[in-house]
């Protein structure tokens, strides 16, 4: 009887015990989403708070690139999500686990779309520089275009993911609201 009663006791407690991971593991994932659309939006918010311009379409595109590559990048991050692997198949159902999954995809991707820009801003710099430093007449040489050649398409595809994020909310709360 004592044995039995052991075990019941037992089970019980690591049933109490996996409980409180789970809701641990939803708490800090849900969190850590949080925080990185509150970052999102604060940046979004910065990035277009803005004076008028007076310039087409693909030229006020142009601008907001190299505004955007001006403006640090938010630090968000998915550690938690990362280091909660091992609980997110007892935590999460799969619908959720995608719409995590792909939340967090779409902020790397706005992180690459950023270094893009960056990369894309440089290399033009360092191209253009070179043949100024070395004293041949400007005007007589090419100059790289490739920012304002690539930046709109780049700046369209950033826009279009950030506002998606933005109208989607965090993946956690979505079907609550």
Same mark, same amino acid.
């Given at each position: 009887?004592g044995l039995a009663s052991?075990?019941?006791?037992?089970?019980?407690?690591d049933?109490?015990?996996?409980?409180?991971?789970?809701?641990?593991t939803r708490?800090?994932?849900?969190l850590?989403?949080?925080?990185?659309?509150?970052l999102l939006k +604060? #940046?979004?918010f910065?990035l277009?708070?803005?004076e008028e #311009?007076?310039?087409?379409d693909?030229?006020?595109?142009?601008?907001?690139a190299?505004r955007?590559?001006?403006?640090p990048?938010?630090?968000?991050?998915d550690?938690m999500w990362?280091?909660?692997?091992s609980f997110l198949?007892?935590?999460f159902? +799969?619908?959720?686990?995608i719409a995590i999954?792909?939340?967090?995809n779409?902020?790397?991707l706005?992180?690459?779309?950023?270094?893009k820009?960056?990369?894309?801003d440089?290399k033009?710099r360092e191209?253009?520089?070179?043949y100024?430093?070395?004293g041949v007449?400007?005007?007589?040489?090419p100059r790289?275009?490739? #920012?304002?050649?690539e930046a709109p398409?780049?700046?369209?595809e950033?826009e279009?993911?950030?506002i998606k994020?933005?109208?989607?909310?965090n993946?956690?709360t979505?079907?609550?609201?």
């Amino acid at each position: 009887m004592g044995l039995a009663s052991s075990e019941i006791s037992n089970l019980r407690r690591d049933r109490r015990s996996k409980r409180r991971k789970i809701n641990s593991t939803r708490t800090l994932i849900s969190l850590e989403n949080e925080r990185n659309m509150e970052l999102l939006k +604060d #940046f979004w918010f910065k990035l277009n708070k803005t004076e008028e #311009f007076e310039a087409d379409d693909g030229e006020l595109k142009i601008i907001l690139a190299h505004r955007l590559i001006k403006m640090p990048m938010p630090s968000w991050n998915d550690l938690m999500w990362r280091k909660q692997a091992s609980f997110l198949p007892i935590t999460f159902s +799969d619908k959720e686990i995608i719409a995590i999954s792909s939340f967090n995809n779409c902020l790397e991707l706005l992180k690459s779309i950023y270094s893009k820009l960056i990369d894309l801003d440089t290399k033009d710099r360092e191209y253009n520089s070179t043949y100024a430093s070395s004293g041949v007449k400007l005007s007589a040489l090419p100059r790289s275009n490739r #920012f304002h050649e690539e930046a709109p398409g780049l700046w369209d595809e950033f826009e279009e993911i950030t506002i998606k994020i933005i109208e989607n909310g965090n993946p956690l709360t979505r079907d609550k609201k």
